[in-house]
């Protein structure tokens, strides 16, 4: 019998439309300004949206410290799932720790539940590091979507 590596869930709402939430995640444009931890920058974001195209993406932490990541997209469903890798990439350039994170979208009245499920984890305190980055990234998020007008929505 194997033992179960750790995986990660958040949920969270989004006062946004899901096909505007969608794109957030779809848009190196967009992840540019929200795809980081409180207090890091995005670097550099690259996203070829289709089924086996790659993203890539490096942040830079307030020590000046940069780390990148890089992925693949494995399933795309407009408006409602994003299926991709992820690893981060060490100082040779060479992937380590490769996850997957299935993302899930669903209409809430005029607002847009998101699901986010990574796995697997190497250990527990991995999977809890994650869950910090990703809950700053989120805050970003909806603090990034709060400041949209419409004409920018709109695009």
């Not at 070829?48 to 990148?68: H, I, Q």
Request: glycine share 8%; aromatic share 10%; charged share 25%.
């Amino acid at each position: 019998m194997s033992e179960e590596k750790p995986a990660l869930t958040i949920t969270r709402l989004f006062r946004a439309p899901r096909h505007l939430l969608f794109r957030m995640w779809s848009d190196s444009r967009h992840m540019k300004n929200w795809g980081c931890p409180v207090g890091f920058t995005v670097v550099h974001s690259t996203i070829d949206f289709r089924v086996g195209g790659k993203w890539s993406s490096c942040m830079r932490a307030p020590d000046g410290t940069e780390y990148r990541l890089l992925g693949e997209y494995l399933e795309i469903v407009p408006d409602e799932r994003i299926v991709n890798t992820s690893a981060w990439l060490n100082d040779d350039g060479d992937p380590v720790q490769e996850t997957i994170i299935t993302l899930k979208f669903r209409s809430v009245g005029n607002d847009t539940e998101l699901t986010l499920h990574q796995t697997p984890f190497e250990t527990p305190g991995s999977r809890d590091s994650h869950q910090e980055g990703w809950m700053e990234s989120l805050t970003n998020l909806s603090n990034y979507l709060d400041t949209m007008g419409a004409p920018e929505a709109a695009r």
